[in-house]
């Protein structure tokens, strides 16, 4: 037993040499490394959320763009559809004049004919008579 004392003596030596010499280092440098990795890990996952963040952004300004852009076509329709609709109630009261008027020509066209025809009818009547009875009575004897 005494001849394992100089190596276990050794073999500590050896151990708390490791410790020190390789250990300890080996440990602070894993632990920075660590530390690094965790590091750029939430720096990663911060960059991330920005770049989440702008993209929500960006998707509102697009979304509001979108919709002053409906808004304005909204706009102009509904103006077009006032002024057509302006154009058509023009021609319309344009075409019901027109309309009117060839009423009242006709109307009066009517009037004048029917003036004529009574005017007409009482002659005619006479010589209807006139044929019809005897050559020698007279037509207001007959009435």
């Known amino acids: 037993m005494l001849g394992s004392v100089p190596t ?5 030596f ?4 490791y410790g020190l010499l ?8 894993l632990a ?4 690094r990795t965790t590091g750029a890990i939430e720096h990663a996952r911060d960059a991330i959320s920005e770049a989440e963040a702008k993209a929500g952004e960006y998707e509102d300004r697009l979304r509001r763009a979108k919709a002053e852009i409906f808004s ?6 509904k103006q077009w559809t006032v002024e057509r609709d302006q154009a058509l109630a023009e021609a319309r009261a344009a075409t ?7 009423k009242a020509e006709i109307d009066q066209s ?12 009482a002659e005619l009547s006479e010589q209807i008579l006139r044929a019809v009875m005897p050559a020698g009575t007279r037509p207001e004897a007959a009435r």
């Open 8 to 12: 276990m003596i050794l073999f500590l």
């Open 14 to 17: 050896l151990v708390v040499a």
């Open 22 to 29: 390789v250990r300890r280092p080996l440990d602070r440098v």
């Open 32 to 35: 920075e490394r660590r530390k």
């Open 72 to 77: 304005a076509r909204e706009k102009r329709l």
């Open 96 to 102: 019901g004049e027109k309309i009117q008027a060839a």
């Open 110 to 121: 009517v009037a004048e004919a029917r003036q004529q025809i009574e005017g007409m009818s």
